[in-house]
């Protein structure tokens, strides 16, 4: 078992989670390495750090009671620089096959006693850990985005998983300041096999006249006390995203039970992903007003 | 302040409220929550609509937010949005 005192954590995959990642790592005083293959992709992850730093310093989420003083992500395009890492968190897209070939190769290079932790919306984890040659250490962690002010991870155990593995994940993410939850290994775990049906419902009533957008989320919002209702939570995580998804879901649990709505699916093709293409369920162009 | 200039003062203001409510009115089901305080405590606005409000306005207004404007009092609401602009813009 790793009985380091110092942690190092690598984030593999620097896209809006990877970068939410490593900034909320690096402002808590933890050791970070920020891998991805594509330069592109660091550059624009460390102008989403900086930005992720503002918004900290604004909401006060980096303030007293972190473990260190702020540190700087290290920035590569090798996973082999990850080798001195205790823990790896893997953020690449939500493509089983990319995961897999991904923990293939990150298997190789870490030694047996660091932790690996798959950050994913879906994808069942067991797969995965049984693609390598470590199944023990290999476990679920599901961030919020922003990754600083979220407070709660959903931490998924498959029936491979040692114990001390769960423990010094445990235990950096309490260094992390976060708390945690551990369910079982199922496609979606909790939270996405719930929320990608009210999202998914919620794109289809659109299309049946039933309600606009901002009915719908106000009506989470007020009678369920959701914080955000679930348009509006859609064009956040990026429709994208959503659709992919529901895909992994469908070929979990069957297309009668998760098969992605025709609305979303237009959506999708026409580019409307959400917040990040400016044009969701809502539109966030310059001078756009609410769809 | 003559008459002159506490009026431009008031038209810039009211220019200035104007944006940014059409702004901010993207992220909110309901457009009269942006009247309240604790648009930021309150959870009006989630975080990610905090950080593009920022660049909004340095874009939108030509002004610069510094870290140690930073301050949870400055952005809480469109009142507190507006007058920060303001002495930015004066400054």
Redesign the interface.
């Known amino acids: 078992m790793n009985t380091t005192t110092t942690t190092t954590v690598g984030v593999v995959g620097a896209g809006v989670m990877g970068a939410s990642l490593a900034h909320a790592l690096t402002a808590r005083g933890i050791d970070t390495v920020l891998q991805d293959t594509d330069p592109a992709a660091l550059d624009e992850a460390m102008h989403r750090i900086a930005a992720a730093g503002r918004l900290a310093r604004l909401t006060g989420a980096a303030g007293p009671g972190r473990p260190g003083p702020a540190r700087q992500a290290r920035l590569t395009g090798e996973l082999t620089e990850l080798a001195g890492c205790d823990l790896v968190i893997e953020n690449v897209t939500e493509d089983p096959a990319v995961k897999r070939s991904v923990h293939q190769r990150l298997d190789a290079v870490l030694p047996a006693t660091a932790v690996v932790a798959v950050n994913t919306s879906a994808v069942p984890i067991s797969d995965l850990a049984l693609a390598t040659g470590h199944p023990e250490r290999v476990i679920g962690a599901h961030f919020m985005n922003p990754v600083a002010t979220s407070t709660m991870v959903e931490v998924v155990r498959t029936p491979y998983v040692a114990q001390w593995a769960l423990d010094r994940l445990l235990e950096i993410l309490g260094q992390f300041g976060k708390e945690s939850v551990v369910v079982a290994d199922a496609a979606g775990f909790v939270i996405n096999r719930c929320l990608m049906i009210f999202i998914n419902e919620a794109a289809a009533l659109l299309d049946d006249g039933v309600a606009t957008p901002q009915q719908v989320d106000r009506l989470f919002r007020g009678c369920l006390g959701h914080r955000t209702g679930p348009l509006r939570t859609a064009d956040i995580i990026g429709l994208d995203t959503v659709v992919r998804t529901l895909d992994v879901l469908r070929d979990q649990y069957g297309p009668e039970r998760f098969t992605p709505s025709d609305r979303l699916l237009r959506m999708v093709a026409a580019g409307q992903h959400g917040r990040k293409t400016g044009q969701g369920f809502y539109s966030y162009t310059t001078d756009g007003a609410a769809a | 302040m003559s008459s002159n200039q506490t009026a431009a003062g008031t038209t810039q203001a009211a220019t200035v409220r104007a944006a940014v409510t059409?702004f901010l009115?993207?992220y909110v089901?309901?457009t009269t929550l942006l009247q309240q305080h604790g648009l930021?405590t309150g959870?009006v606005l989630?975080?990610?609509a905090?950080?593009?409000l920022?660049?909004h306005l340095e874009r939108q207004f030509g002004i610069t937010?510094d870290?140690e404007d930073?301050?949870?009092d400055n952005?809480d609401s469109v009142d507190a949005i507006v007058a920060f602009v303001a002495r930015k813009a004066a400054a």
Do not use: T
Request: proline share 0%; charged share 35%; hydrophobic share 50%.
């Open positions: 059409r009115a993207r089901d309901d930021l959870g989630d975080s990610l905090a950080v593009e920022l660049a937010v870290n930073l301050e949870i952005f």
